[in-house]
């Protein structure tokens, strides 16, 4: 015979001065199709690296850093103008395109390909997925000169 099982699950966790709440893990009610009830319960723990050596936190730091030395806020503010004008003339230039006829059916072709392509080579394989992270690290220490 086969079952159906419905579950109802939890809201999510409540963060209150900085400690996690954890609503209690009543048993959580489980409707199956033929007109029983049963109970479920479960509990799911995070394990894995800390978060301390991810890319986006050294980044945070790195920009503190230069942020903290007088002399190179005025560069850090110049490269913050530059990158909105960069978006702001970049959409632009993508309106632009757009209105043109057929351009934007080609381009969005070559960008599926694209996106094809780059999930085969760097996402769908571990060792190409740690390939991928060094060159986004070396790319990044080579734009903040470290």
């Known amino acids: 015979m086969a079952y159906s099982v419905l579950a109802s699950l939890p809201p999510p966790l409540l963060v209150h001065r900085k400690e996690a ?4 893990l009543n048993r959580f009610p489980v409707c ?3 007109g029983r009830q049963s109970s479920l319960a479960f509990v799911a723990k995070a394990t894995g690296e800390s978060s301390e050596s991810s890319t986006s936190l050294s980044i945070v730091k790195s920009v503190q850093n230069v942020w903290s030395d007088p002399e190179d806020r005025f560069g850090l ?3 913050g103008f530059a990158v909105i ?3 702001w003339a970049s ?3 993508i309106t632009i395109i757009d209105k043109l006829p057929l351009i934007p059916g080609v381009f969005e072709f070559i960008g599926i390909l694209y ?3 780059f999930i085969y080579r760097y996402l769908l394989f571990k ?4 390939e991928l992270l060094q060159i986004i690290e070396s790319s990044v220490s080579a734009v903040l000169g470290q």
Do not use: D, K
């Open 21 to 24: 709440l954890v609503r209690a």
């Open 32 to 34: 199956i199709s033929r």
């Open 77 to 79: 503010v110049g490269l």
């Open 85 to 87: 004008v960069a978006l």
């Open 91 to 93: 959409t632009n230039l």
């Open 115 to 117: 996106s094809w392509w």
């Open 127 to 130: 060792p190409n997925r740690e």
